[in-house]
């Protein structure tokens, strides 16, 4: 069976009722179960902003480079993305309410593994367990909303767990900061285990198992392997290859491999009777560009967003509850804005949302470019609300366009390949621009070093140098004088920010593409229904 039958197959069956009648003992009750779930998904959406606070105290206390840092987020989301669609269809196979609680103690237990962690190669490690356990936890909990609300309910606690989600989200980097500045850095994932305790309790004493009626008999284990395998091949070579050279064999290869391996994905998808993905979905061009899309928005958003914090703490000198404070625009904005993004795509549609959020987010990386050491604190704040502002049309409007978009039945595979697109995106992002970063860095240096006549560096001192620059960190060694000291400090920021500006911009023309494909977009045939299961 082809995944083209797959799909016409799942098309043609009928749908399946969402769920029971409230339950009236604690036991499957629908707003306990959400406020249960809600918890444990409140640990996944705080890392995904928390972290990035983290991030420079991580490089300083355990001597990371760059790349170190980079896979400090990059392990976590690949891990995510590859695992989504996997972690739906084991919870759909062996229940929702048994893969929640494994993910909640596993996403638990890697985030105190991380805390006693003494190097950057264990933390990375672990940081990949969190993402697969916190991808258990992602569809299961919204597995077993759909199955225990009834349907005239089930958006509005769909739209309360997404508030939760955002909540989370924007107050990450505060908390983060809090944490990093008078605890330590490792109190951030330490803070995970006692709320998982708390979410397994709450999790075993009210969530009820539901099993899907047409459970998956069998695992596309090639497919899981080759994509895996396909994306971890990718975005190591786009991470080394600023170290490594874009023309040295070592990257053309791994390039050259994650192109054969996902066209044998592609190839395995069409033979196996229960695909990974079944690419007769792509078949929808609304669909296809939702998750362009997606991937585009992500590149952006988080590929930008990991050299902020480098530039406002070590550039712009602020404290992390500082830097906090001044992200807080850009994802407060987002809260804000979704409520009227929602509006906005039920009355208009999602194609002019998409598109206008989308040019947004481009003027708004535009402007990020242009930051500089003297750069105020409203400037700041205009380009992250305005960023913020972008981003909301779009995180709300891509349940409608690939869920909507997606035969009934496949809801539930259309809503972890939004979300996969979404950490994909985010990896990429991170990896190009972190290579765009260092490029520019290790291109301008050497005549900025020059042009302020300092001492001239070895070889191998301007690679320590560069490094160093690449974080915003000036290399100023101990008893170097103060003139000569505020000459590198000069250098290494100029030097930051010209390669901060060029990812930047890459990023807004990023943006402007991502509008350009928001153009193909349109309401999907099942949105409505589709609404419940992907709007996360």
């Not at 979704?338 to 208009?348: C, Q, R, Y």
């Not at 260092?438 to 302020?452: F, H, I, M």
């Not at 100023?476 to 100029?494: L, N, S, Y």
């Not at 494909?517 to 409505?528: D, Q």
Request: with cysteine; glycine share 12%; hydrophobic share 55%.
């Amino acid at each position: 069976m082809t995944s083209q039958t797959t799909v016409e197959k799942a098309s043609k069956q009928p749908r399946d009722p969402l769920g029971p009648a409230p339950a009236k003992g604690l036991r499957g009750h629908p707003w306990l179960t959400l406020f249960s779930v809600a918890i444990g998904v409140m640990m996944v959406a705080l890392d995904g902003t928390i972290v990035a606070i983290a991030n420079p105290a991580i490089q300083k206390d355990l001597g990371a480079s760059l790349a170190d840092v980079q896979w400090i987020t990059n392990g976590y989301m690949l891990a995510l993305a590859v695992s989504l669609i996997t972690a739906g269809k084991l919870g759909d196979r062996f229940g929702h309410r048994q893969t929640f609680l494994i993910g909640v103690v596993g996403f638990a237990a890697a985030s105190g593994a991380i805390g006693f962690s003494g190097s950057v190669v264990l933390v990375i490690t672990f940081r990949v367990l969190q993402g697969l356990f916190g991808a258990l936890l992602m569809p299961a909990a919204l597995g077993l909303l759909r199955a225990t609300f009834p349907a005239e309910k089930l958006n509005m606690a769909i739209g309360i767990w997404g508030m939760v989600i955002g909540a989370s989200t924007a107050g990450g980097p505060i908390l983060g900061g809090v944490l990093v500045e008078h605890v330590s850095w490792q109190s951030v994932f330490f803070i995970n285990v006692p709320v998982g305790v708390i979410a397994l309790v709450m999790g075993a004493l009210i969530l009820k198992d539901h099993r899907a009626e047409n459970a998956p008999r069998s695992f596309d284990i090639a497919g899981i392997v080759l994509l895996s395998t396909a994306m971890f091949c990718l975005i190591w070579a786009l991470i080394k290859g600023a170290e490594w050279g874009w023309g040295e064999a070592r990257t053309v290869g791994f390039l050259v491999a994650a192109v054969v391996l996902f066209a044998g994905f592609a190839l395995v998808q069409q033979r196996v009777r229960e695909p990974l993905i079944p690419l007769a979905m792509f078949r929808s061009v609304p669909l296809s560009a939702g998750v362009v899309l997606m991937v585009l928005m992500a590149f952006a958003f988080m590929g930008g967003l990991f050299f902020v914090t480098f530039y406002l703490q070590n550039v712009h000198g602020l404290s992390p509850v500082d830097s906090g404070l001044h992200l807080l625009p850009l994802t407060g904005m987002m809260i804000v804005a979704s409520p009227l993004a929602g509006f906005m795509i039920t009355k208009f549609g999602p194609r002019v949302p998409l598109v206008g959020g989308m040019v947004c987010t481009a003027i708004a990386c535009f402007g990020m470019s242009q930051l500089s050491i003297g750069t105020g604190t409203l400037t700041m704040s205009i380009w992250f609300g305005l960023l913020g502002l972008g981003l909301a049309p779009v995180m709300v409007g891509a349940t409608e366009v690939i869920v909507g978009n997606a035969p009934m039945e496949l809801s539930g595979v259309a809503g972890g390949l939004q979300q996969a697109a979404m950490q994909v995106g985010g990896s990429l992002g991170t990896a190009v621009l972190g290579a765009i970063m260092a490029a520019r860095v290790d291109s301008v240096l050497p005549g900025n070093w020059t042009e302020a006549k300092l001492p001239p560096l070895s070889a191998e001192q301007l690679d320590k140098a560069s490094s160093a620059i690449k974080v915003g960190i000036p290399p100023v060694a101990e008893g170097t004088p103060p003139d000569v000291a505020g000459k590198i400090v000069g250098v290494a920021h100029d030097s930051f920010l010209s390669g901060m500006s060029t990812a930047f911009m890459v990023a807004g023309i990023v943006a402007v593409i991502a509008a350009l494909v928001a153009t193909l977009t349109k309401r999907g045939e099942n949105a409505e229904a589709g609404a419940g299961a992907g709007h996360i």
